[in-house]
């Protein structure tokens, strides 16, 4: 007669194989040391910086410090009472 095994004890087993397995792929795929993940944030930043860089006009969000507007959009919210 064959040998007698626990099916849950085997499922488990087979469940914590792929997932090892799984793992070790993720690792070859995704895993990166510190110094090439510093690069990639690196570059990204140049390539954003030099993509806002040439812009023609400002984003909406950006304000120009050279105006003092106040909450209505007047120049002086002070003196509009």
């Known amino acids: 007669m064959g040998e007698l095994i626990n ?12 997932k090892s397995d799984r ?5 070859v795929l995704f895993g990166q040391t510190g110094t090439e ?8 930043d140049m ?3 030099s993509h806002e ?3 023609r006009t400002k984003p909406a969000n950006i304000s120009d410090n050279s105006q003092n507007n106040g ?7 002070e003196n509009s009472q």
């Open 23 to 27: 793992a070790s792929q993720n690792r």
């Open 47 to 49: 390539n954003n910086t």
């Open 71 to 77: 909450p209505n959009g007047d120049l002086d919210s």
């Open 53 to 55: 860089n040439h812009r």
């Open 37 to 44: 993940k510093l690069v990639r944030r690196l570059q990204a």
């Open 7 to 18: 099916l849950r004890t085997a499922r488990k087993n087979r469940l914590r194989k792929e």
